[in-house]
């Protein structure tokens, strides 16, 4: 009887562990919309979180325009990913408003070891508004940077 007690008990953890982190994740740090802007996405509880777009530099690394909806509000932001041996990069987002005016470099991040990943702070993304995300290594011009296309 014991041992069948146990069996259920580490069934019943394995069930509700996971939503432990759930449950201690917040809100908007902030009150919505532009607000947001240069707001760290990570403890934030998404009511949905999607990847948009990717870009690669094979086989070293990729960007990818991430974005996540709170309370009927998109917004975005960019994570870059290193493989095992290569070198850095930095990455961001580019924010284009329906006038065609671009703001560059937004949530701007590096990943500077050899291998692992790293977010930007994200930024709103309302209708009418495109959005893309770039990465290049450290020390190399804009011209060299890949980009996602513009959502």
Not at 92 to 116: A, F, M, S
């Given at each position: 009887?014991?041992?069948?007690?146990?069996?259920?008990?580490?069934?019943?953890?394995?069930?509700?562990a996971p939503l432990a982190?759930?449950?201690?994740?917040?809100?908007?740090?902030?009150?919505?919309?532009?607000?947001?802007?240069?707001?760290?996405?990570?403890?934030?509880?998404?009511?949905?979180?999607?990847?948009?777009?990717?870009?690669?530099?094979?086989?070293?690394?990729?960007?990818?325009?991430?974005?996540?909806?709170?309370?009927?509000?998109?917004?975005?932001?960019?994570?870059?990913?290193?493989?095992?041996?290569?070198?850095?990069?930095?990455?961001?987002?580019?924010?284009?408003?329906?006038?065609?005016?671009?703001?560059?470099?937004?949530?701007?991040?590096?990943?500077?070891?050899?291998?692992?990943?790293?977010?930007g702070n994200m930024y709103?993304?309302?209708?009418?508004?495109?959005?893309?995300?770039?990465?290049?290594?450290?020390?190399?011009?804009?011209?060299?940077s890949g980009v996602t296309?513009?959502?």
């Open positions: 009887m014991i041992k069948k007690l146990s069996v259920v008990a580490a069934a019943f953890t394995m069930v509700l982190g759930v449950s201690s994740a917040v809100g908007l740090p902030c009150s919505g919309g532009y607000a947001c802007d240069d707001k760290d996405p990570g403890p934030v509880s998404w009511d949905k979180v999607m990847t948009d777009d990717r870009a690669l530099d094979k086989p070293c690394g990729s960007v990818e325009l991430r974005s996540g909806k709170k309370d009927g509000k998109w917004y975005a932001w960019a994570r870059v990913n290193v493989a095992g041996g290569c070198y850095g990069y930095e990455a961001w987002i580019d924010r284009k408003g329906p006038n065609g005016t671009i703001e560059h470099v937004l949530g701007y991040c590096t990943v500077n070891d050899i291998q692992g990943q790293n977010f709103y993304w309302p209708d009418g508004v495109q959005i893309r995300a770039g990465f290049k290594h450290p020390n190399e011009g804009w011209d060299k296309s513009w959502h």
